[in-house]
């Protein structure tokens, strides 16, 4: 069971969560816990200040302090229940700001506290509340990931861990999006990588269900914020939600999926303020003769880069070439487009790179034999549905609606799959493209057409 920042922003929802792991008790549940609401935006500010002189580090810290505070006292909990783990964020932070720098391994290590708090206060409102619990940090279990600060892969376990979790007493209340390397160095595996903390403890434990509690009532079939009518999703499967994750769905971390998929553990979807509401459930098949369309995905801030070159026509290794580029320069692509003399790729902004000079140094290389161009800002949409490979028409069907409402489509790119249909469009446009889809594949109660 794995509960957000969201789901545990205060007292009140982290009495709602107690509940929801007692009434689960019998289940043997292992949870495990995102940061309070906001904390790990307050940390990453405080990583981005501590080496900066003419910040006021005091000031952040105890707003730091302030909020984990008023949560315990709310919940009747000893108020220096955290005193250790404040002092040694306050010790980082002094060393960062006397040595003038902070680095990817203190920025992942001052990040860690809010998982590693939050799983501490959550253990304790269990224990208060009659449930035996145990805090524990992911890494004391031997969750071990590679050096890459910010966005480390997780490393196979080998059995360790259900070993470990098998000795601790009462419910174990675990930190996600956090592990250590081989050298002992807290490490982070990405924003929202606690879903895939808790997938890839479920792997571990051979999990009947892994569940993700959330504030919405499943995944739904488009962002509600962009699509007032989007409806929740029954049931979908693995490749149709690794699509949606992986083409800007906010419900799921992009790769929490691969470990479940790995056993073909079930992956459920819940409302942690609407238990009762079924979720989604997340399954190897699940197909639906009826339906064309599962769901619309978008994503804003997206680079598209085109590389132009007569030289590509019947040349081996040109391919090889471009994407060689790429991986120099430490870049993943998104979408792919081809023809006989140009390759067109998506990047995501906002996981993808560290900083522009990344793009720029790749794209001064690829002008040494290609023709390149760049357009910031545009946005993706991901139509995704196992009705694409099943009927004819669906790409006419996507393109169609954004002509009628002189939306330019600036990349197309149907999968190999035939699970998902991906365009580009202009930033501006990405909202109403969005909806207009919808309005083509589902009615008005939000029920695939």
Known sequence: MKFGGTSLRDATAIRSVTKLVR?????????????????????????????????DLETMLGEIEAQHRSILTDLALDASLLDSLFQDLRDLCRGIRLVGECSPRSRDAILSFGERCSARAVAAAFDADGIEATAVDAFDLGVRSDSRFGNALLQVDDGRIASAIAKLRGVPVVTGFIAKDANGNITTIGRNGSDLSAAYLGNAIDADEIQIWTDVDGVLTAD????????????????????????????????????????SIPVRVLNTHRPDSPGTLIVEQSDDPSLVVRCIAHK????LVNVESSRMLAQAGFLAKIFGCFQRWNISVDMIATSEVSVSVTLDNTVTLDNTDQLEEAVRELNDFASVTVEQDLGSICVVGHGIKNRLGVPARVLAPLQQSGIVVRMVSLGALKVNVSI?????????????LHDEFFTEDGQAS
């Open 23 to 55: 009434d689960r008790r019998q289940l043997s549940p292992v949870v495990v816990v995102s940061a309070h609401a906001g904390i790990t935006n307050k940390l990453v500010a405080l990583a981005d200040a501590a080496a900066k002189t003419t910040v």
């Open 224 to 263: 509600p914020r962009v699509v007032p009518t989007a409806r929740p999703i029954a049931e979908m499967s693995y490749d149709e939600a690794a699509e949606l994750a992986n083409h800007g769905g906010k419900v799921l971390h992009p790769a929490s999926l691969a470990p479940a998929i790995a056993k």
């Open 300 to 303: 804003r801030h997206v680079t």
């Open 424 to 436: 580009v469009v202009g930033g501006n446009d990405l909202d109403a493209a969005v909806r207009a």
